[in-house]
């Protein structure tokens, strides 16, 4: 089964700072690969989403940016956090397309912008 | 913009009863899902209901779709405390959207002992 890997946990930045924050997945090729933000005690907001290597889509235009280098790496940056980047981010998998797509999430990386 | 609603926003109820979230989407859908997420941690899938189903269960669970309404709900039937979580209703237009997998704004469950 899949499995992603996601890191760090938590992790407190300057305002004006970079970010970089990496998610693989383990257990399955060609994936779709997610990147959601999460404010406290609300929904999933979609950043971005990637279909394959090289292929972001991007939901919400603002301060960030995603890559897939790699089939099973995704990767979000930004050249200089805001205040308002602050929140819990989950990367997320599903199978391709055509295929069953209930998706699998990591642990989340709790980044606050100080 | 986000495609699920849920209602309600949160939920309080005591061991053993039922727990009944609902959710609306906007699009046609391929599928609709349901996951739970304890606090901090990332969500889980619960499960699946394909958009030419109109019912599934499994164990305590019981999804319901009508895609007339846009509507789905989750039961959770002889509720325990460890149910507490925000419960997510998720909708797959895998079709028209390369597998784009939009979240509604959750249910938080209460289980009181």
């Known amino acids: 089964s899949q499995t992603i890997h996601q890191w760090p946990a938590t992790l407190v930045q300057p305002v004006g700072s970079p970010l970089s924050l990496e998610c693989t997945v383990e257990?399955?090729?060609?994936?779709?690969l997610y990147w959601y933000r999460q404010a406290a005690g609300r929904g999933l907001q979609l950043l971005f989403y990637?279909?394959?290597?090289?292929?972001i889509s991007s939901e919400v235009p603002q301060n960030l940016s995603a890559s897939r280098p790699q089939d099973r790496q995704f990767i979000l940056s930004s050249k200089k956090l805001l205040l308002s980047d602050s929140g819990f981010y989950l990367c997320?998998?599903?199978?391709?397309?055509?295929?069953?797509?209930?998706?699998?999430f990591g642990q989340g990386t709790r980044l606050t912008v100080v | 913009s986000q495609q699920g609603e849920e209602d309600p926003q949160a939920l309080s109820i005591q061991e053993g009863e039922n727990a009944t979230m609902n959710c609306s989407y906007k699009?046609?859908?391929?599928?609709l899902q349901w996951y739970r997420q304890n606090s901090g941690r990332g969500l889980v899938h619960l499960i699946l209901?394909?958009?030419?189903?109109r019912e599934k269960h499994s164990g305590r669970l019981r999804v319901t779709l009508d895609t007339s309404k846009k509507s789905s709900s989750l039961l959770i039937t002889a509720s325990r405390a460890a149910d507490t979580a925000s419960y997510f209703c998720?909708?797959?237009?895998?079709?028209?959207?390369?597998?784009?997998?939009?979240f509604g704004q959750g249910t938080e469950l209460s289980v009181k002992p």
């Open positions: 997320a998998c599903t199978l391709g397309q055509g295929r069953r797509t209930e998706a699998f």
């Open positions: 990637s279909v394959g290597i090289g292929q």
């Open positions: 998720a909708t797959g237009m895998i079709y028209n959207q390369g597998g784009k997998l939009i």
């Open positions: 699009t046609s859908i391929n599928n």
């Open positions: 209901i394909r958009s030419n189903e």
């Open positions: 257990g399955t090729s060609n994936p779709n």
